[in-house]
């Protein structure tokens, strides 16, 4: 015989008030916004995670993990981003071509000076879901070195980066 308080039994009326649906966006539902970022000053990895919060769509009501519900993002003036105390010197890039003895080691200021859209694009990509999703996610991210881009016809808004400066 098995004895319930009254306090702890609920009722199917309240069961009702409590509950609570769960959303999840279904691909029709997502509107994609395009934002532009202008990089120059700004420090890398502060931008980069603001892109990828972007590209995720983790700044939308909307969020679903599992689906792409984010938005499409334009970096101009990728040359001119910078790292702080010293990183720039201090990180490697480093990349393996698969053979015994393949590794290439870099520092980020070559890589940086090579290579900026590359920099931002792999900085960004790390911080992306990996897998399938990830990939569709940085498909949306447009990188330019210099401060022309040919996407005016999707009428970027700018984006706030105040925060990200070089101080």
């Not at 609570?20 to 990089?39: F, S």
């Not at 689906?67 to 993002?73: L, N, Q, R, S």
């Not at 010293?86 to 090579?114: M, T």
């Amino acid at each position: 015989m098995s004895r319930v308080c009254a306090a702890t039994e609920v009722r199917p009326s309240d069961r009702k008030a409590n509950h609570m649906r769960t959303y999840t966006a279904k691909p029709g539902d997502v509107q994609r916004a395009w934002h532009v970022i202008d990089a120059e000053g700004l420090v890398l990895g502060r931008m980069c995670t603001t892109v990828a919060t972007l590209l995720r769509g983790k700044h939308k009501p909307m969020f679903t993990p599992s689906m792409d519900t984010g938005d499409h993002v334009i970096i101009i003036n990728a040359s001119k981003v910078v790292l702080t105390s010293g990183k720039a010197d201090d990180k490697i890039v480093a990349r393996h071509s698969g053979f015994p003895g393949g590794i290439r080691v870099e520092k980020y200021a070559q890589f940086l000076d090579r290579k900026p859209e590359a920099a931002i694009r792999r900085t960004v990509h790390g911080m992306l879901p990996k897998g399938r999703l990830g990939r569709a996610m940085i498909k949306k991210l447009q990188v330019y070195p210099g401060a022309e881009h040919p996407h005016l016809a999707q009428q970027p808004q700018p984006v706030d980066m105040s925060d990200a400066k070089a101080r």
